[in-house]
């Protein structure tokens, strides 16, 4: 029984870690600004995809909802935090969409069986990274009005870097689903 009891806890142990280090690589995505046309990106919808796929979908979803819990409660894990605020209040300003499209889409992209067809592959992380846009424009809308140009404001500026990001993933992606086989985790 005490034996039960420690693989338990190692499990335990193992999965905070893990989810820990995902915490971690989304805040340095969020901080981190890449000179790109027409706006600087960030790498953050390539780290949740990155998660979903290395992690799969439960240790994903643990890791960006640890991370999502870590800006509410005011840590400066968001891209602008702390200069444009912190907490609750920063959290649902006008990323809030984006930020609550990235639970879908690491959730999609950790459930996805990924094979050797790079098309599809391909079609799988734009079904995903899709639903951080979708809401993300929603949430926009609300906030902002519909009468404003939502799509030019809120996702036109990104689709080059999203489609950079998506071949990026697709490129990497025998190397992480050796990461998920490594950590046995699903």
């Known amino acids: 029984m005490e034996a039960v009891k420690k693989i ?3 499990k335990i142990i193992k999965l905070i870690l893990i989810a820990g280090i995902g915490t971690l690589l989304l805040t ?10 027409p706006v ?14 290395a992690l799969g979908s439960k240790i994903g979803l643990l890791t960006v909802s640890l991370y999502l819990l870590e800006g509410i409660y005011g840590l400066p894990v968001f891209a602008g935090t702390p200069e444009k605020g912190t907490g609750f ?23 996805f069986k990924y094979e050797k067809n790079l098309i599809n592959n391909f079609i799988k992380l734009l079904f995903c990274v899709s639903f951080i846009y979708i809401l993300g424009l929603a949430w926009l809308g609300i906030l902002i009005g519909w009468e404003k140009p ?7 500026p990104f689709l080059l870097a999203e489609l950079f990001k998506i071949l990026l993933l697709l ?6 689903l050796k990461i998920k086989k490594l950590l046995k985790i699903t």
């Open 40 to 53: 600087p990106m960030t790498m953050q919808t390539f780290v949740v995809l990155f998660i979903g796929i």
């Open 171 to 176: 490129f990497l992606l025998p190397n992480l």
């Open 150 to 156: 939502i799509f030019k404001l809120g996702a036109q």
């Open 89 to 111: 209040i920063y959290f649902t300003g006008p990323t809030m969409g984006y930020l609550l499209g990235f639970l879908i889409a690491v959730y999609f992209a950790g459930s």
């Open 28 to 37: 340095i995505s969020a901080k981190i600004k890449i000179p790109f046309y």
């Open 8 to 10: 338990e806890f190692n």
